[in-house]
Structures are given as structure tokens and as C-alpha cells.
């Protein structure tokens, strides 16, 4: 069984990982847009993925699992990991990175919702507030000087939110399951039964992809999805969500607009005013309110 005594490694974890997925959708979008189909890009996070965490656990005592824990880890790949990233890899590249962007501040309200549900989490009005705070900042950051709606498309929307409604299941329904292993071994069984389930439906795009005429810049920003974006985030998060309440582990799904906004600010394309200064401070006032409200289990 994790440990869970202390709560600030857990916090600054989920920050990495969202500071990783903050940059990965830029990356993932131009990359998209250059050729790489939608269904072979996340082919490459799983297959990335499978193979990295399984390399990784080659230097690290080995972990038995349960037959039953085996079976639950392939619902648990399939919510958390095949039909949201591919849901939202494709979604991507039917909609505008804007809606998309907005689309991922559901998560927590899902979450929030199906925790309740299935473990019992109390709806606090605090948490509402902070879930609230917390949106409304991270809208307010994505559309500030922006046009929206352009680009969008219904189908590309629908299948953003069907990845958010997936992963609030996958974080409400999965805790336990999480929580009595170590990462690593909880991510290679995860991902392999991914890169199982995702190879055959993606192999035509796969084979479709003239690699040799790939420039340079589109081959870092493929393996920047597949090592940053999903070897090492989904290390940040697990762990973080070994240790943290399920609602709290999807609100740092709106630290991802504070992490665009702040490399547009360094590549000096874009521009800081007092929209962005409220936006910045209703995210992380929204997050802490959340860390602060009552959980199941009060100690």
C-alpha cells in the first residue's frame, strides 16, 4: 500500500504533469497538422509508452499483481489511457486548440460529480467555489484576445468532451486499483494493454506515414508527445494520484492554461494584462480551496 503522509510531493508531481501537458498541446497540434495522422499519434503514446515503462521496470524490484488486478487494469487502460487520448487526439484535429482547451475544464466538474457517485466524495460548497474559480480563470486565460469558434467543428467538440467524461470514470473508478501498486508497474500493464488495443485500429495510418520525408522539427515534436507528454506525465500523475482525491487530481487540468500562457510569454507572443493576472489568480485560489475542503475520510 503508498504512503500518503505527506501531501506537497503529491501537489508538485500533478504540477510537472501539467506543466508537460500544458506544452504537449501545442506540440501535438502542429505535429497533426504536418501529417502525422490523429490515430497513428496516439498509437505512438501507447506503444511509446509500453515500451518505456516496461524498460524502466527492468531496474526496479519486481512487483506481483493479482489475476483480478490484471483483468481491472484493461478497463482501467481503456477509460484512462486508449479512448481518452484517443478521443481527444482526434477531437483535436477536427476542432480549434481554443475549444479544445476549453472543453478539458469539464474534467474536474465530471470528476467531482462521479466521485461523489462511486466513492462517496462529498460536494463541499467549497469544492463547488473552488471548481468554479478554477474554470472560470482557466476560460478566462484560454479566450482572453482570442477569436472563438474558428476552426471548431460539433464532431471535434463532442469527442473532446467524451475524453473528460472518460478520465473523471477512469480517476473515480480506478483509485483503489492505483493506489496498491507502485507507478511504474501500474503504467507498464496499463499501457500494454493500450499499445494491444490501439496497434490494430491504427496500423493503416501508422504504414501511411512517408517517414523519411518527416522534418526534423515534427519528429522532436512526435517524441516530445510520446517521452514528455506521456512517459513522464503520466509518472507526475499516477503518483499524484496515489495520494490525492480524484477531484483534486483533475483540477490541475487548469494549471495547462497558465503553462501556455506562460511560454507565450517567454517566445514574447503574447502579452500579460490584468485579464490574465485575475485569470492566473481564480486557478490557483480555485486549486487551494479544493486541497482545503472536506474529504470522505477526515483524520
Not at 501529417?35 to 506481483?64: D, T
Not at 461523489?116 to 476560460?139: D, N, Y
Not at 494491444?196 to 515534427?218: H, R, T
Request: hydrophobic share 55%.
Amino acid at each position: 500500500m503508498v504512503s500518503r503522509n505527506s501531501k506537497l510531493p503529491a501537489h508538485i508531481a500533478l504540477a510537472f504533469a501539467a506543466v508537460l501537458w500544458g506544452i504537449m498541446s501545442p506540440m501535438g497540434k502542429t505535429a497533426l497538422a504536418s501529417g502525422i495522422p490523429p490515430f497513428a499519434l496516439a498509437a505512438f503514446r501507447m506503444i511509446g509508452g509500453a515500451v518505456c515503462f516496461w524498460i524502466l521496470s527492468l531496474f526496479l524490484p519486481k512487483e506481483k499483481i493479482t489475476a483480478k488486478d490484471a483483468i481491472l487494469f484493461f478497463p482501467a487502460a481503456l477509460m484512462g489511457i486508449v479512448l481518452n487520448q484517443g478521443s481527444f487526439i482526434i477531437g483535436l484535429s477536427y476542432t480549434s486548440p481554443v475549444n479544445a482547451s476549453i472543453i478539458t475544464t469539464t474534467t474536474p466538474i465530471f470528476t467531482m460529480i462521479l466521485a461523489a457517485v462511486f466513492l462517496r466524495e462529498p460536494i463541499t460548497w467549497l469544492k463547488v467555489l473552488g471548481v468554479a474559480m478554477g474554470a472560470g480563470g482557466a476560460v478566462m486565460l484560454i479566450t482572453d484576445g482570442v477569436s472563438l469558434g474558428a476552426g471548431s467543428s460539433i464532431k471535434g467538440d463532442l469527442l473532446c468532451l467524451s475524453a473528460q467524461v472518460l478520465f473523471s470514470l477512469y480517476l473515480s473508478l480506478f483509485k483503489g486499483l492505483v493506489q496498491r501498486y507502485n507507478v511504474v508497474t501500474v503504467m507498464k500493464w496499463m499501457f500494454l494493454y493500450a499499445m494491444i488495443v490501439s496497434v490494430p485500429v491504427a496500423y493503416k495510418d501508422i504504414m501511411s506515414i512517408d517517414y523519411a520525408s518527416l522534418s526534423l522539427p515534427v519528429i522532436l515534436e512526435v517524441l516530445y508527445v510520446v517521452i514528455c507528454g506521456t512517459f513522464l506525465a503520466y509518472i507526475f500523475m499516477i503518483y499524484g494520484q496515489q495520494r490525492l482525491r480524484p477531484t483534486l487530481v483533475s483540477m490541475y487540468n487548469y494549471v495547462q492554461p497558465v503553462v501556455a500562457t506562460v511560454i507565450s510569454l517567454a517566445m514574447g507572443i503574447g502579452t500579460f494584462g490584468w485579464v490574465k493576472g485575475i485569470a492566473v489568480a481564480l486557478v490557483f485560489s480555485g486549486v487551494y480551496m479544493v486541497t482545503r475542503s472536506r474529504s470522505r475520510v477526515e483524520k
